[in-house]
């Protein structure tokens, strides 16, 4: 099982800041086979980003994602209101899902 | 629009059973993988089951092996988890999952509560 570590587990900002979330796998992850989903409370997670780097559709461009091998990172580029949610790394793959144990961003 | 709606949640004391059920809409439901995945309160979500399109191919967490079973209808466009032997750590929301071709999950349920306590 590839077990996935999210740091920090809290961030405290303020709206206009830049957001830095990391992921890290404890094996290397297959293909770049990496997403971000976000969640709010109360509901299901949304995909934002797949393919460790590829927005998926509708997703504002101040959500990027990088990395490859077995560290990722999805940055904010600059926090909107909507974007206070608790964010989650999977790696994805049929017989080896696993997700991150996630990341809050709260609002400071 | 892409929709899964789950139903069949409840609360069952240790030991109970129950049987989830997942309706598909807006897309060919027979053309994709689908899974269930669960998430505790607060904490990251747990992937718990999958089944290919046809139903050839099913498998299971660890956690749940020999008490769970996938299941799925392409004709009534339904997928089933049947929930055997539960047990209180087995508590938390169940989604239903629909992945693209290379895997990631694009659309999800809203979710359905199990509770498992005496």
């Known amino acids: 099982e590839n077990v996935l570590t999210q740091s920090p587990g809290t961030l405290s900002l303020s709206p206009g800041e830049r957001v830095i979330l990391s992921c890290r796998a404890s094996?290397?992850?297959?293909?770049?086979?990496l997403a971000w989903y976000q969640q709010k409370p109360g509901q299901a997670p949304r995909l934002l980003i797949y393919?460790?780097?590829n927005r998926a559709s509708g997703i504002p461009d101040r959500f990027s994602g990088s990395g490859s091998g077995t560290d990722f990172t999805l940055t904010i580029s600059r926090l909107e209101p909507e974007d206070f949610a608790v964010y989650f790394c999977?790696?994805?793959?049929?017989?080896?899902?696993?997700f991150g144990q996630g990341t809050k961003v709260e609002i400071k | 629009e892409m929709q899964l709606v789950e139903s069949g949640g409840g609360l069952v004391p240790p030991g109970g059973s129950l049987r989830l059920s997942c309706a598909a809409s807006?897309?060919?439901?027979?053309?994709?993988?689908m899974y269930w995945v669960r998430q505790a309160p607060g904490k990251g979500p747990v992937w718990v089951s999958l089944?290919?399109?046809?139903?050839?191919?099913?498998a299971y967490a660890d956690s749940v092996k020999g008490r769970f079973s996938i299941s799925r209808d392409n004709a009534r466009n339904t997928l089933y988890l049947q929930m055997n032997s539960l047990r209180v750590e087995d508590t938390a929301l169940y989604y239903c999952?629909?992945?693209?071709?290379?895997?990631?999950?694009?659309?999800w349920g809203q979710g359905i509560l199990v509770t498992v306590s005496s």
């Open positions: 999952v629909k992945d693209t071709s290379s895997g990631w999950y694009d659309v």
């Open positions: 089944i290919s399109s046809t139903g050839n191919t099913k």
């Open positions: 393919g460790a780097s």
């Open positions: 999977h790696h994805y793959g049929k017989l080896q899902d696993t």
């Open positions: 094996q290397s992850v297959t293909s770049d086979y």
């Open positions: 807006g897309f060919s439901f027979r053309d994709n993988w």
